[in-house]
């Protein structure tokens, strides 16, 4: 069997573990990364479709360019502008359908098989999913304190280096984790270094509930240089948790080299993305509903948060240790010595409560990397059914290490 159809087996397996569990109404899932329905702007989403169509009639339903609306890809330019990294024009932005299509774009415009790319994990299983039926070779990005390198070594890494990094550095999915300033720029450091693209996929980036942000990679880069912007970072962007992600609206900010070939992989896969949702999106950000949407998604996420933290702080047995995220939608849970993930999730099926092992967050899944830890999910249950779900995973927790 190849790598890649015993890839396929596993995460089929593994995937159809979770779709039956979360079938059974009486399970409480902490499995998915869904943002809240509740939390949604129905009305205003249904007000700037309406808008959409009577103003743009046309627009709305034609064909439009495959790299996007001019004023959407202008007015995310300029969130990114104002974010400082002031060299970003429109030029820069591809609208995509969904953030997770501009991960496969940039997996068809920059890879060819046996292409090397370094992932900073564990990481979002969307990214190396999307890119494995180019056949790269997915190697680690190692850490000495700040210090990153690749992980087969600086020497190697000198003579092929990846073709680019994929990094979560607001709320890492799957960790919650928020990477530092120090690194952050010591990354830029060594993209350059090498010649090597940075992919910063930032999706939770506006939930951010404590703390204060660091400047973005791509801020970072492209502080000094002429616009439009040319350098080591290509950076994705969504409004799937900050509006809905029905509207199926994200975006590439590239550098100018690498925009046209992205274009030509955006014309085979879908020629372009909806004409009606890019007004609507845009007429959202305009109107000041994004921004009203944030904040109620803010303030009831931080408390999900919150009762999620003070569950495992009361529930959790002995030896379990998890993060405690500034923003975003996940906790990152180490077992107790000794507890593996996937008996776990079936002890915990058994329960009534499902997660997803850590083990889906690695590429190279034959290693045994994750198998002692898990994801949960906080910001689509409310506190009391969070609660629940910790004391019943704790419950299950404390059943295998008594059998094992």
Known sequence: MTDIAAWQAQADDATQALLKLTERPEVISLAGGLPASEAFPTNAVAEAFETAIRENPSASLQYGPSQGLHDLREAVAQRYRDAGAPSVTAENILITTGSQQGLLLLGMALLNRGDRVALDEPTFMG???AWRPMYPDFTGLAWDGDSPSIEAGDRAAADRPPKFAYLL???RNPTGETMGAARRRNLIALARRLGMLLLEDNPYGALRYDGTEPPSLLSLDAQNGAAPYDGHVAALGTV???LAPALRIGWIVAPARLIKALVLAKQSADLCTASINQLAALHLMRSGAEARSIETARALYRDRRDALLAALDEMAPPGARWTRPEGGMFVWLTLPPGLDCLDLFD??????V??????AFYARRTGGQGRG?????FTNGDPATLREGVRRMALAMQDLAAAA
């Open 127 to 129: 990214g190396f999913d």
């Open 169 to 171: 550095p607001n709320f």
């Open 240 to 242: 799937s948790k900050t």
């Open 347 to 352: 002890r915990a099926a058994a329960n009534g």
């Open 354 to 359: 499902g997660f997803v092992p850590g083990t």
């Open 373 to 377: 830890c898990i994801r949960l999910n």
